[in-house]
Structures are given as C-alpha cells and as structure tokens.
T-cell receptor, first 112, second 114 residues
C-alpha cells in the first residue's frame, strides 16, 4: 500500500518560533491533508490540498502541495503553547474508495 | 453541534468476550470509517463505508466486523477480542464525493483486552 514518511518525528521549540514539517509519499497523490491531534482527542482537519503547487493557509498554518505530487509541507508561524500536539499528514490510500493513509506524525512541543 | 460520537470512551475486557463500539454522526455524512492508532504505527484504517449497506476493508480488517444499516451509525464489532487489539480506536465521517477525504473524527475509544 501507500507509504507516507513524515519528518521530523518530534520537535522542541520555543514559543514564537516558526515550525516546518514535511511528508513524502512513495507514489503520486492527488490530495494531501494535514491533521492535528491534541492529547486525548481525535484528529482535527487543518488543511486540505487538491492541486499540485497549491499553497493554502489556515490562520498561522500554511501547507503546500509539492510540485512533484509526492510531497507536502506544513509551516506554523509564530508558535504558541496551544500548538502542542501531534501533526499528521494524510493522503489517499489507493483505489477509488476514499481510504486515507496517514503518516506516523510529528510531535510538537512548544516551550513558553 | 456537528459531531461524531463514540461509545464507550474507555473499555477494559477479556479475551474472547464479544464487544461493540458504537459510532454515530449527525452531519448526514455518506462516508464513515474506523481507524486504530498504535504507538509508532500512526493511524491505520480498519474498515470504511461509502454509504448505507456498502462497506469495505481498510488496511487492518482482521478480527473486526462492521455494519452500516443506517446512515448515521457505523458500529465496530470485535467478535472475539484478543490482546493485540488493545488500541485507541477512532471513528470518522465525511460528506463523500469530492470532499470524501475531509474526514471528521470522533473523540476515540481506548480499548484494553486482557
């Protein structure tokens, strides 16, 4: 099946810093999604991308659909303590049945 | 409030004792899915449903069953749970069609099988 490699696995940053994380796939994707999961809760959809080269923002979050269609990037600007959590990339898992495949996540810790 | 609900939130059971985790959504979504989340493995899809009476296997379907008799409900059934099914389970739903990948997740069910 599809494989997503997400990096880094974890990040420790100071409040106010910018954050970048990325995700690569073993095959071409037509859709990229980014989710955030807070401790003890379900993942929440942050951004959905549908076109190669697309750059989409959601507040301080910006995600890009890579030109090669095999990668995506998520940036968080001016991080705040509530940005703490696990960030997942996700994409179509293959076939036409809307199955999602997830990366293993990036754990973000923000020090106040 | 638009949401996906799961019950129970926490469950401890013994090997072989059949159990059902319920999932319900109030958004009239066509698409529903179950995932399990394990340390180091991320989220993996168990089963999904495109619509009422239409279900299909995800990546890790062994040991699980599902049904979709009503649009809003998508229960996950473990006929004979085993310790390797100890995990955190999430139900998700989406509108289907062009937005099928934009999935809304429930709060999770933490299952322990001893």
């Amino acid at each position: 099946g599809q494989q997503l490699n997400q990096s880094p696995q974890s990040m420790f940053i100071q409040e106010g810093e910018d954050v970048s994380m990325n995700c690569t796939s073993s095959s071409i994707f037509n859709t990229w999604l980014w989710y955030k999961q807070d401790p003890g809760e379900g993942p929440v959809l942050l951004i959905a991308l549908y076109k190669a080269g697309e750059l989409t923002s959601n507040g301080r979050l910006t995600a890009q659909f890579g030109i090669t269609r095999k990668d995506s990037f998520l940036n968080i600007s001016a991080s705040i303590p509530s940005d703490v959590g696990i960030y997942f990339c996700a994409g179509p898992g293959g076939g036409s049945n809307y199955k999602l495949t997830f990366g293993k996540g990036t754990l973000l810790t923000v020090n106040p | 409030e638009a949401q996906v609900t799961q019950n129970p939130r926490y469950l401890i059971t013994v090997t072989g004792k059949k159990l059902t985790v319920t999932c319900s959504q109030n958004m009239n979504h066509e698409y529903m899915s179950w995932y399990r989340q394990d340390p180091g493995l991320g989220l993996r899809q168990i089963y999904y449903s495109m619509n009422v009476e239409v279900t299909d296997k995800g990546d890790v379907p062994e040991g699980y069953k599902v049904s979709r008799k009503e649009k809003r409900n998508f229960p996950l059934i473990l006929e004979s749970p085993s310790p390797n099914q100890t995990s955190l389970y999430f139900c998700a739903s989406s509108p289907g069609g062009g937005s099928a990948y934009e999935q809304y997740f429930g709060p999770g069910t933490r299952l322990t099988v001893t």
